[in-house]
T-cell receptor, first 114, second 114 residues
Framework: ETGVTQTPRHLVMGMTNKKSLKCEQHLGHNAMYWYKQSAKKPLELMFVYNFKEQTENNSVPSRFSPECPNSSHLFLHLHTLQPEDSALYLC?????????????FGSGTRLTVV | GESVGLHLPTLSVQEGDNSIINCAYSNSASDYFIWYKQESGKGPQFIIDIRSNMDKRQGQRVTVLLNKTVKHLSLQIAATQPGDSAVYFCAEKEVNFGNEKLTFGTGTRLTIIP
């Protein structure tokens, strides 16, 4: 375990479903990130939160909705997804936005949209 | 935009041999680089980092070399073991409006042949 826990590990959902991904860290970090990892592509940064405030939305479609209720928890709410959204969704945390070398990743949620 | 990329998508190495994974970057202003290892079913894990004021850094069985002249980064793994089989990513630090974030390459899959 890295200290960043993601649930569920696997998720299969239909295009009309609504589901949420959860990320939790107790490392005392203040910045949290959502990344999308697709086959043969670099990790794509989706959202960045720093001290619970969203600092970056990397042109992500509105069918992905992040929520950060506190510095330890990060959610990604999903609705009306498309098959091309199938990917591994990784959560990461770092001390804050000035400390890039401290990224800690979770194991990811493998999402399949059918 | 500028990007971080890898020369080879796959690499197979005999167990016990040394392996070298390469990475090219294009942002000459980047001053910090990281290598991550991602095993099957897990998120990326930090291996080793290097700042641009260095050209070599050694860890346990791993060495990172930085050639700023040709904007090239490499990861050397000595005496490879089956547990070294994974995808390896390089990442570079970007700074936007004082905030830092990492940009990742596509990754190289390293397979250790017993």
């Amino acid at each position: 375990e890295t200290g960043v826990t993601q649930t569920p590990r696997h998720l299969v959902m239909g295009m009309t479903n609504k589901k949420s991904l959860k990320c939790e860290q107790h490392l005392g970090h203040n910045a949290m990130y959502w990344y999308k990892q697709s086959a043969k592509k670099p990790l794509e940064l989706m959202f960045v939160y720093n001290f619970k405030e969203q600092t970056e939305n990397n042109s992500v479609p509105s069918r992905f909705s992040p929520e950060c209720p506190n510095s330890s928890h990060l959610f990604l709410h999903l609705h009306t997804l498309q098959p091309e959204d199938s990917a591994l969704y990784l959560c990461a945390s770092s001390q804050d936005l000035k400390e890039s070398y401290g990224y800690t990743f979770g194991s990811g949620t493998r999402l399949t949209v059918v | 935009g500028e990007s971080v990329g890898l020369h080879l998508p796959t690499l197979s190495v005999q167990e016990g041999d040394n392996s070298i994974i390469n990475c090219a970057y294009s942002n000459s202003a980047s001053d910090y680089f990281i290598w991550y290892k991602q095993e099957s079913g897990k998120g990326p894990q930090f291996i080793i980092d290097i700042r641009s004021n260095m050209d070599k850094r050694q860890g346990q069985r791993v060495t990172v070399l930085l050639n700023k002249t040709v904007k090239h980064l490499s990861l050397q793994i000595a005496a490879t073991q089956p547990g070294d089989s994974a995808v390896y990513f390089c990442a570079e630090k970007e700074v936007n409006f004082g905030n830092e974030k990492l940009t990742f390459g596509t990754g190289t899959r390293l397979t250790i042949i017993p």
